[in-house]
């Protein structure tokens, strides 16, 4: 019986394309998790006033987040200038004033959806 079951298994996963399943239900792939906690992280900074921006864009929907800049290439990998420049990066028509945790959680993942491509994926 377990025999069976095993065969099943190897005919069905034969069948199904994973890539495909995976895009359809809009899993986040561990590069683009890690984008999106760093983001929600950020979020919540920017709500308790915790971030420092660029004065010309504090009245900005999105006001930029100062990116400190460093020589070394192993500055780039931290947390801090990835958030930085992930914040950055996101659109200017969000009213992050307006939003609530939950709602800028969706508009995230769809904005890292919509990133994504194909490419990508299939590597």
Not at 57 to 72: A, C, G
Not at 101 to 118: G, P, Q, T
Request: proline share 2%.
């Amino acid at each position: 019986m377990v025999r069976r079951s095993k065969c099943s298994y190897a005919k069905l996963k034969k069948t199904i394309n994973v890539y495909d399943l995976w895009e359809k239900c809009n899993f986040l792939c561990i590069s683009e998790r890690i984008n999106f906690v760093i983001l929600k992280n950020t979020f919540k900074s920017f709500k308790q006033d915790l971030l420092s921006f660029s004065k010309r864009t504090e009245e900005y929907n999105v006001p930029q987040l100062i990116v400190p800049s460093f020589k070394s290439q192993i500055f780039k990998q931290s947390l801090h200038y990835k958030s930085c420049n992930l914040w950055n990066s996101l659109p200017d028509h969000w009213e992050m004033s307006q939003i609530g945790f939950f709602r800028y959680k969706e508009l995230v993942k769809e904005w890292i959806i919509a990133k994504r491509s194909n490419v990508y994926l299939y590597l």
